[in-house]
């Protein structure tokens, strides 16, 4: 069955770069979209950005100058870069998969993975 | 970016009630609003896109309406389940943006 499940440290400290893997299964990301949603604690959702089955992408304009998302199809993983953290950045991270005409919303959620930024 | 507004915030219901949330954009949208029940320690769940069609599964209880900037979600005849937070988000353009969410509380 499709499931989505996020991967990465729990802890960033500010300044330092965040890295997020999220491996899929029950799909391809050939041919499927995969974004990432965050969610600051108390707080609501926030998109982030898409990687499209093609490889393209499409970032969240506030976010676009530190943010990277890349895949590994081989390896059915999508894997998300964001440098210059800051405590503002503290959230849970989900990865979100795209229904299958590419409509933008999102049919199957991983469970999320919390990142605290602190020193 | 399209401004999502949602209302109310909270809401309490009893078990058997109807409940109705509302969503608004700041422009038109027009049909592609979906709407998403978050519960803590589950995965986020898809319930309606397309401003009235249910995915797969989502009981028959729920309903979507509204075209335009102005949607309802409406859950009829509460089950124990439905209470958590529940959420709008826009499909119509990039960037997909979100409601502020609704919490829908057991009174």
């Known amino acids: 069955q499709v499931q989505l499940k996020e991967s990465g440290p729990g802890l960033v400290q500010p300044s330092q770069t965040l890295s997020l893997t999220c491996t899929v299964a029950?799909?391809?990301?050939?041919?499927?979209?995969v974004h990432w949603v965050r969610q600051p604690p108390g707080k609501g959702l926030e998109w982030m950005g898409v990687?499209?089955?093609?490889?393209?992408?499409r970032y969240n304009s506030a976010l676009k100058s530190r943010l990277s998302i890349s895949k590994d199809t081989s390896k059915s993983q999508v894997f998300l870069k964001m440098n210059s953290l800051q405590t503002e950045d503290t959230a849970t991270y989900y990865c979100a998969r795209d229904n299958y005409g590419g409509y933008r919303y999102f049919d199957f959620w991983g469970p999320g993975t919390m990142v605290t930024v602190s020193s | 970016d399209v401004q999502m507004t949602q209302s109310p915030s909270n809401l309490a219901a009893s078990p058997g009630e109807s409940v109705s949330i509302n969503c608004k954009a700041s422009k038109s949208i027009s049909k592609y609003l979906a709407w998403y029940q978050q519960k803590p320690g589950k995965a986020n769940k898809l319930l309606i896109y397309s401003g009235s069609t249910l995915q797969s599964g989502t009981p028959s209880r729920f309903s979507g309406s509204g075209s335009g900037t102005d949607f309802t979600l409406t859950i009829r005849n509460l089950e124990p389940e439905d209470f958590g937070l529940y959420y709008c988000?826009?499909?119509?353009?990039?960037?997909?943006?979100f409601g502020g969410g609704t919490k829908l509380e057991l009174k």
């Open positions: 029950g799909f391809s990301l050939t041919s499927y979209n």
């Open positions: 988000q826009q499909h119509n353009e990039y960037p997909p943006t």
């Open positions: 990687i499209w089955n093609t490889g393209g992408t």
